[in-house]
């Protein structure tokens, strides 16, 4: 059982690259989120999806994109990367109105330099 | 979204009980409480859910009191590799759409020492 992928799982960039975080999941799921989890800290929802097309912002939005281009696959897209976007990116399904239960990748470490 | 306040850590020994407290003094009626698990470098995994009185399941209880106002964890004879970090989130499980957002506070880091 797959559950949740995410790719890659480790990143360097430098400031002002652009990348795009994947994730997949295999699991029928409709909605799909982004956290981001700074050193020490809880996570911090960046985006989230209820369904294919649509996307809604979380917590911290600025500076990254999102796309749910289908069902199975939501991408998180940093467009111009700062320092500030350091981090462990995690990436969460569940399956709504049934499954009580959210599942997580293993996250993506990024840094900034 | 309910907000919730838990202790931001707590220490205890090998083998013993812990009890770890969340209070969400704005919970709705519809929202349940969920408790998630996360070791460093690894996604948060899910522990229990529950709505009223007590649930149980193999790893854990969940106490919640008449008001719903609190909540408890209480994690049994605890060992050294259920040092993690220990959220407690308040949503309704059964909303859809934009309604049904996930939000983590900062957690209890969890301790246990030999």
């Known amino acids: 059982n797959a559950g949740v992928t995410q790719t890659p799982k480790f990143q360097v960039l430098k400031t002002g690259q652009s990348m795009t975080l994947q994730c997949a999941q295999d699991?029928?799921?409709?909605?799909m989120y982004w956290y981001r989890q700074d050193p020490g800290m809880g996570l911090r929802l960046i985006y989230y999806?209820?369904?294919?097309?649509?996307?809604d912002k979380g917590e911290v939005p600025n500076g990254y994109n999102v796309s749910r281009l289908n069902k199975r696959e939501f991408s998180l897209r940093l467009e111009s990367a700062a320092p500030s976007q350091t981090s462990v990116y995690f990436c969460a399904s569940i399956l709504d109105r049934v499954d009580t239960e959210a599942f997580f990748g293993q996250g993506t470490r990024l840094t900034v330099v | 979204l309910a907000k919730t306040t838990q202790p931001i850590s707590m220490d205890s020994y090998e083998g013993q009980e812990v009890n770890i407290t969340c209070s969400h003094n704005?919970?709705?009626?519809?929202?349940?409480i969920t408790w998630y698990q996360q070791f460093p470098s690894q996604g948060p995994r899910f522990i229990i859910q529950?709505?009223?009185t007590k649930v149980t399941n193999e790893v854990a209880s969940l106490f919640i009191p008449a008001d719903r106002k609190s909540s408890t964890l209480s994690l049994p004879r605890v060992s050294l590799s259920d040092t993690a970090v220990y959220y407690c989130l308040v949503g309704d499980p059964y909303s859809s759409g934009s309604a049904r957002q996930l939000t983590f506070g900062s957690g209890t880091q969890l301790t246990v020492l030999p």
């Open positions: 699991m029928n799921h409709n909605s």
């Open positions: 529950g709505y009223k």
């Open positions: 704005n919970i709705a009626t519809n929202d349940y």
């Open positions: 999806s209820a369904s294919e097309g649509t996307t």
